[in-house]
């Protein structure tokens, strides 16, 4: 069974900066796109960034310039580098495996908590 594990958030002041980890049981080559998703309370779940295996990345605009995702091949590990957070970025954090084996199945991780607060 497919795992996505993610890791990486926590508590931080606005302006800081975190790092959040997926690593895939098996490959990252195995989804077409690799993504993270956040959900803050009371709102719906929302596309952050995505990475397709091939093509080039794609951000929200509100974290355009200070989000990064990036990907680790050999560690089947997908990063979210994020800069100069603020407090609207507070939610959970998922990452995303899209369309498995090309059979249109996505696997969730079980998400991470990141506050932004001072």
């Known amino acids: 069974q497919v795992q996505l594990v993610e890791s990486g958030g926590g508590l931080v002041q606005p302006g800081g900066s975190l790092r959040l980890s997926c690593v895939v049981s098996?490959?990252?080559?195995?989804?077409?796109?690799m993504g993270w998703y956040r959900q803050a309370p009371g709102n719906q779940r929302e596309l952050v960034a995505s990475?397709?295996?091939?093509?080039?990345?794609n951000y929200a605009d509100s974290v355009k310039g200070r989000f990064t995702i990036s990907r680790d091949s050999p560690r089947n590990t997908v990063f979210l580098r994020m800069n100069n957070l603020k407090p609207e970025d507070t939610a959970v954090y998922y990452c995303?495996?899209?369309?498995?084996?090309?059979?249109?199945?996505?696997?969730w991780g079980q998400g991470t908590q990141v506050t932004v607060s001072s």
């Open positions: 098996g490959s990252i080559f195995d989804f077409n796109v």
């Open positions: 990475l397709p295996t091939i093509g080039t990345p």
């Open positions: 995303k495996g899209q369309n498995f084996h090309n059979t249109g199945v996505d696997y």
